[in-house]
């Protein structure tokens, strides 16, 4: 089955998973994944992920997920910003901090996926993929 929003997913596995309080969860992997599950391990949002199967085609990311000393979810909110309707783009000017900075947005840039003040830093705008805070 085709998957027409690759990012919608992972947030909605991700979402699904904490809400049901489980400490890792396995989904299809993508570069595109890969990649935003590096950049929510370095932001302290996830604890780890790791790539399972050497075959590309059946390979799966299992995601380790962070919950606080309370037990609640690291992740308090996720919000798609660009969608396969509408897109969103912004230049390097126009990217404003989520949350006053307490929160991250995920950029895909000519430089790969950053976050908004790495985009910021190195003057690229791009798709504004996600907010996360």
Known sequence: MSMTDPVADLLSRIRTAHVAKH???????????????????????????EILDEDP????IRVLLKY????????????RVSKP???VYR?????????????????????G?????EARQR???GEVLFEIW
């Open 23 to 49: 400490d890792r969860l396995d989904l299809p992997a993508s570069k595109l994944k890969t990649e935003i599950c590096g950049l929510l391990k370095e932001q302290g949002y996830i604890s780890s992920f």
């Open 57 to 60: 085609v059946k390979q799966q």
């Open 68 to 79: 606080t000393d309370q037990g609640e979810p690291m992740i308090r909110h996720m919000k």
């Open 85 to 87: 309707g509408r897109r």
């Open 91 to 111: 230049r390097a000017d126009d990217l404003r901090p989520v949350l006053n900075g307490l929160g991250v947005g995920i950029v895909s840039t000519s430089q």
């Open 113 to 117: 996926l950053l976050t908004d003040k």
């Open 123 to 125: 003057r690229v705008g």
